[in-house]
Nanobody, 121 residues
Framework: QLQASGGGLVQPGGSLRLSCAVI????????IAWFRQAPGKEREGISF????????NYADSVKGRFTISRDNAKNLAYLQMNNLKPEDTAAYYC????????????????WGRGTLVTVSS
């Protein structure tokens, strides 16, 4: 099970940190990712992290603004989002997978419920 939290309303240029609590044994064996889906749009993979946290990948739309991280001792993952833009408004989901590299939603087997991020003045 995964549960994302930390979403909310933020002004353009602001920051949010999303958290993902993972109930999964051997969490450090899994890659983790954040996806998002805006109304009327397809789901987009935005941040990806290898099982031990040594390798990351980001979508061009968030590169340089978002940072994915994990705490394997606490079964947590994070998405630090800075310089938020209105186009970042979406439901954000965390997901676990058994492959790496893994940059497609089909690579992820376990999904949490999303948390909504709204960027608006």
């Amino acid at each position: 099970q995964l549960q994302a939290s930390g979403g909310g309303l933020v002004q353009p240029g602001g920051s949010l940190r999303l958290s993902c609590a993972v109930i999964q044994s051997r969490y450090n064996y899994y890659s983790i990712a954040w996806f998002r889906q805006a109304p009327g749009k397809e789901r987009e993979g935005i941040s990806f992290l290898s099982p031990l946290g040594s390798s990351t990948n980001y979508a061009d739309s968030v590169k340089g603004r978002f940072t994915i991280s994990r705490d394997n001792a606490k079964n947590l993952a994070y998405l630090q989002m800075n310089n938020l833009k209105p186009e970042d408004t979406a439901a954000y989901y965390c997901a676990l997978g058994t492959k790496w590299p893994a940059y497609d939603s089909a690579d992820y087997d376990h999904w949490g419920r999303g948390t909504l991020v709204t960027v608006s003045s």
